[in-house]
């Protein structure tokens, strides 16, 4: 079963704009992950967050949580055409000994 | 280059038939996933081996088994392959155990038909 959903499923923008990710999740986590898929092959880890923080940074990535709400969000600033794929949010669960990964969110860069 | 490798990229099987993929983990990574991926949706959890038993496994019925081997290499077998076994099969390794990034073989396409 899903845990995170991803919002929007699929985004657009131009070149050099901003694009923001948004993730759900439903059960207490030690921690949430994105990762980064190129054309339906392996993923890519991006950042790793854990529960007791609420904000993170990576070159152009930032990642915030809200354990309160149970939402996670990614942005990309500055967006490159590179930067056209799936993007996953996983929750690693306090219990559970998995990563329980969302449905994905499709971004397309435009050049 | 996660360090993680899989075998083969592609394979193509026939409903009823049986398979074995395998993956070949970072050295020190003792934590193996296995993961299945159907077109347009995200990784589904199959199971996970720690120093080489099961230690968690989703909701995927007794025809698909895995190994972990010492030498940090994992299989993943499925028996009586079904039409809705096809799907992308990620290997996913993991320093230590839980709560640590995961580092992703770059899959296998299988298609049954």
């Known amino acids: 079963s899903q845990q995170g959903e991803e919002d929007p499923q699929a985004l657009s923008i131009q070149e050099g704009e901003n694009a923001t990710m948004n993730c759900s999740y439903k059960t207490s986590i030690n921690n949430l992950q994105w990762y980064r898929q190129n054309s339906g092959r392996g993923l ?4 790793l967050i854990r529960s007791n923080e609420r904000e993170k940074h990576s070159g152009r990535l930032r990642v915030t949580l809200d354990t309160s709400k149970k939402s996670s969000s990614l ?3 500055a967006s490159r055409a590179a930067d056209t794929a799936s993007y996953f949010c996983a929750t690693d669960d306090s219990g559970a000994q998995k990563l329980v990964f969302g449905q994905g969110t499709r971004l397309t860069i435009n050049p | ?3 993680v490798t899989q075998s083969p ?4 099987k026939t409903r009823g038939q049986q398979v074995t993929l ?3 983990s970072q050295s020190g990574h003792n934590t193996v996933s296995w993961y299945q991926q159907a077109l347009g949706q995200g990784p589904q959890f199959i ?3 720690y120093r080489e038993e099961e230690n968690g496994r989703g909701n995927f019925p007794p025809r698909f088994s895995g190994l972990q081997f010492p030498n940090y290499s994992s299989e993943l077998n499925v028996n009586a392959l079904e039409l809705d076994d096809s799907a992308l099969y990620l290997c996913a390794s993991r320093p230590g155990g839980r709560y640590t990034e995961a580092f992703f073989g770059q899959g296998t396409r299988l ?3």
Not at chain 2, 9 to 12: E, Q, S
């Open chain 1, 44 to 47: 890519v880890h991006l950042i």
């Open chain 2, 111 to 113: 298609t049954v038909v």
């Open chain 2, 47 to 49: 199971f996970q081996y």
């Open chain 2, 1 to 3: 280059e996660t360090g």
């Open chain 2, 9 to 12: 990229t592609h394979l193509i």
């Open chain 2, 22 to 24: 395998r993956c070949s």
């Open chain 1, 75 to 77: 942005l990309i600033t």
